[in-house]
């Protein structure tokens, strides 16, 4: 994120200083067709070819401060999309994660009610009324195994 600050500072230095030319040396500043050295106006006084060489570096350094600033902007996008893509693949692995939780829970609770089951039917401990009811509700822990399994498979 440093870096993406600093290559937009540095963007916007080139453009706001794209006024400024050096050619041969000597420090200009344009403002729209007149050309100043140390703040007088030099138009007059240079050359056709001096007032040509002077704009050509001008509109160059206009031409580097646009590449630079759509350069930002271009790695600015993928940043987001980057971050946008991180996010996703966080989310999906927090779901991964909570469905495999769940199928943990629910084979956990299936087996501890199988064994309890299967310890009082040999005990002889069972009605045949709590019996219909102990088959229901591993019928049940069956079921929400099932689904857990199925989450866990899809995420």
Same mark, same amino acid.
């Given at each position: 994120?440093?870096?993406?600050? #600093? =290559?937009?500072?540095?963007?916007?230095?080139?453009?706001?200083?794209?006024?400024?030319?050096?050619?041969?040396?000597?420090?200009?500043? %344009?403002?729209? /067709?007149?050309?100043?050295?140390?703040?007088?106006? %030099?138009? !007059?006084? =240079?050359?056709?070819?001096?007032?040509?060489?002077?704009?050509?570096?001008?509109?160059? /350094?206009?031409?580097?401060?646009?590449?630079?600033?759509?350069?930002?902007?271009? @790695?600015? *996008?993928? @940043?987001?999309?980057? !971050?946008?893509?991180?996010?996703?693949?966080?989310?999906? #692995?927090?779901?991964?994660? *909570?469905?495999?939780?769940?199928?943990?829970?629910?084979?956990?609770? +299936?087996?501890?009610?199988?064994?309890?089951?299967?310890?009082? *039917?040999?005990?002889?401990? +069972?009605?045949?009324?709590? !019996?219909?009811?102990?088959?229901?509700? +591993?019928?049940?822990?069956?079921?929400? +195994?099932?689904?857990?399994?199925?989450? #866990?498979?899809?995420?």
């Amino acid at each position: 994120m440093k870096l993406w600050i #600093l =290559l937009l500072f540095l963007g916007f230095g080139f453009a706001a200083n794209a006024q400024q030319v050096i050619s041969n040396g000597v420090a200009y500043e %344009v403002k729209g /067709k007149a050309i100043f050295k140390d703040g007088v106006d %030099v138009t !007059e006084t =240079l050359s056709v070819e001096q007032q040509k060489e002077i704009k050509s570096t001008l509109d160059k /350094k206009l031409k580097e401060a646009s590449k630079a600033e759509k350069a930002i902007k271009k @790695a600015e *996008k993928e @940043a987001k999309k980057a !971050e946008k893509a991180q996010k996703r693949a966080e989310k999906d #692995l927090k779901q991964k994660q *909570k469905a495999q939780d769940r199928f943990e829970r629910a084979s956990k609770n +299936l087996s501890k009610n199988q064994e309890k089951y299967e310890k009082l *039917k040999r005990k002889g401990k +069972l009605s045949p009324n709590d !019996e219909i009811k102990w088959l229901k509700k +591993l019928e049940d822990y069956k079921e929400d +195994l099932d689904k857990a399994k199925k989450k #866990l498979e899809r995420s």
